[in-house]
Nanobody, 121 residues
Framework: QVQVVESGGGSVQAGESLTLSCGVS????????VGWHRRPPGKQRSLVAA???????FYADSVKGRFTISRDNAKNTLYLQMNSLSPDDTAVYYC???????????????WGQGTQVTVSS
């Protein structure tokens, strides 16, 4: 059974950086497409970034140029480097395994507890 465990969240000031990590088990990580999502307070969950198993990446417009998704297949771990954080980035962040169909990423139905990121101005 696939399991994902997110970590690395915290409280930071605007302009600072954080790196989130996601440990994935129960699947051959290198064969999966993967993604990061977030749910801001009172809003719907949305895709932030995704990375295919063959190296393609996708970013939501709101994070392009500030966030970088990366993966270490040897460690079964997914990362999200977040720079120049703003209060609008405040959310619970989740990682998923999934699949790209064309340029669209579809997450599988396994969700972890997420990790809270709070950015104050």
């Amino acid at each position: 059974q696939v399991q994902v465990v997110e970590s690395g969240g915290g409280s930071v000031q605007a302009g600072e950086s954080l790196t989130l990590s996601c440990g994935v088990s129960g699947t051959i990580f290198s064969l999966n497409d993967v993604g990061w999502h977030r749910r801001p307070p009172g809003k719907q969950r949305s895709l932030v970034a995704a990375a295919s198993r063959d190296g393609r990446t996708f970013y939501a417009d709101s994070v392009k140029g500030r966030f970088t998704i990366s993966r270490d297949n040897a460690k079964n771990t997914l990362y999200l480097q977040m720079n120049s954080l703003s209060p609008d980035d405040t959310a619970v962040y989740y990682c998923t395994t999934g699949s790209f169909l064309g340029t669209t990423y579809y997450p599988n139905s396994i969700w972890g507890q997420g990790t809270q990121v709070t950015v104050s101005s």
